[in-house]
């Protein structure tokens, strides 16, 4: 982390919560915001964003999980980044590995999304992350510059785009990579960016790690240079956690 970059802690609440818990969550992160110094981000599913929205206050940027490349059409069941910027969000998550794996979604697709986001105003949240086997096999710069190149678009700057690396083995798994291992993978995705989109692109984008990060192992990886804040699944279920994990930025 250096101080050019906020950091930014961002909570992935998956497919969990009703509309009463997650107002009731949304509140307790949003009053807990003005004792970070952080910028925070929830992604509820996609039918909580209005009460989650209407439970924040000012500090916490509400995002989604995922949209359409389109702007609107015949998609039974998608959402477009329109929707999402005019239900009030300001990020959207694209290209999680769940959805890669249970989607089929291609660095393509993702691609196509994260310029759907740029379309509507919104910031895309773009995530990579190499499988056990790929890590196993030493494949995990390769598989990593693969998916950047595939799905990080050439118009990404760092004020619209922020990479999150997750390694897929990590998620849900309560396994982490050492701190080292996580910066030299975050350095990795600077470099490889600052190759594709430009130094000045690259030192200003903010990269966050995900995959098991809680409030016990947030401060040593959030201490690494290149890593700017964390993507939580399931540790941004509980707000204190959320906000513990918030905490723990330099
Ligand atoms: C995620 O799925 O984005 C994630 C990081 O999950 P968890 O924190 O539960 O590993």
Known sequence: MTDAR???????????GVAA????LAAAVSAGANDVSAELLVCPPTVLIAPVGAALRDGVALGAQDCHFA???AHTGDISAEMLADAGCAYVIVGHSERRADHGETSGDVCAKAMAAYRAGLRAVICVGETEAERD???TLE???AQLNGSVPSAATAEN?????????????????????????HAHIRAALSASHGAAVSDGMRLLYGGS??????????AQPDIDGGLIG?????AEDFLAIAASCP
Do not use: F
């Open 21 to 24: 818990g997650g107002a009731e």
């Open 234 to 238: 399931g540790a941004s279920l509980k």
């Open 6 to 16: 906020t950091p930014l802690i961002a909570g992935n609440w998956k497919m969990n």
């Open 213 to 222: 990060m809680k409030p016990e192992n947030a401060q040593g990886l959030l």
């Open 137 to 139: 096999a030493g494949k």
């Open 161 to 185: 785009t922020v990479v999150a690396y997750e390694p897929v083995w990590a998620i849900g798994t309560g396994r982490t990579p050492t701190n080292d291992e996580a910066q030299a993978v």
């Open 143 to 145: 598989v990593i510059t």
């Open 71 to 73: 702007q609107s059409g």
